[in-house]
């Protein structure tokens, strides 16, 4: 691994030949992106393939990669290595492929929500509820992210019925730390119980992550006379 902004902005791997080394042979660096979060050729590190000489009598070579450094937060990165387009004959080992991982140095919003709980009368005017999302990290770039409703896990409010769909997409400007969102409810006549509404961040751009408080819950309290049942009298004879 090597972080992104070290200097020099060039990192190393090293090759290792064996079998016949009294021969002078070459072969090819190829650099592709990974599979999991892959760097981006000419972006985030230059194009290959890299050419690699080796002497008569050489076993070890050291090639050196040039890496692109940008201020943008984003995930750590990966490039897969690979050999090829061998001359004289030459072959891979048992250790053909590696993987090499670009660590991000820049620093990355991250997001919570205000509180863990919020509670709104069904009924109260105006018909929406509002939470706040706070943003803390890196403040100094513009980002992005959505808020995401789903039902809760306890007496569910139902999309449509109870409140309007998401997700939400919330925009920080440069410098904002925070972010109020209005959520539409859905009134109804209907007498039920409190109902609650899961509230998550995801679809983060720039490497934004969620902080300590990434979920909250939105109680949406029942406002409508329900029925009420008494006996007439505590005792029958």
Do not use: C, H, M
């Not at 290792?16 to 009294?22: A, D, I, K, L, V």
């Not at 002078?24 to 985030?44: F, K």
């Amino acid at each position: 691994a090597f972080a992104e902004n070290a200097a020099p902005n060039t990192i190393v791997v090293t090759i290792n030949r064996s079998g016949n080394t009294t021969i002078a042979s070459t072969l090819d660096l190829i650099l592709n992106p990974g599979a999991t979060n892959p760097a981006t050729v000419g972006a985030d590190y230059g194009a290959g393939p890299i050419p690699v000489s080796f002497a008569a009598g050489e076993t070890t070579k050291t090639v050196t990669i040039t890496l692109v450094d940008d201020a943008i937060p984003e995930l750590d990165e990966t490039i897969a290595l690979s050999l090829g387009n061998f001359d004289n004959g030459g072959i891979v080992g048992t250790q053909s492929t590696a993987v090499f991982t670009i660590t991000n140095d820049d620093p990355v919003p991250v997001y919570d929500f205000s509180a863990a709980t919020y509670t709104f009368a069904e009924n109260a005017a105006p018909n929406t509820i509002t939470v706040t999302i706070n943003r803390t990290g890196n403040t100094n770039i513009a980002s992005s992210l959505n808020l995401i409703l789903d039902p809760g896990a306890t007496n569910p409010a139902t999309a449509g019925a109870d409140f309007t769909a998401g997700p939400i997409p919330v925009n920080f400007a440069i410098g904002e730390t925070s972010q109020t969102i209005t959520i539409t409810l859905v009134d109804d006549a209907i007498p039920e119980l409190d109902e609650t509404i899961a509230l998550s961040l995801a679809g983060f751009d720039n490497g934004g992550i969620v902080g300590t408080q990434g979920t909250a819950i939105f109680t949406i309290t029942n406002d409508d006379p329900v029925p009420v049942y008494d006996f007439s009298a505590a005792t029958y004879t």
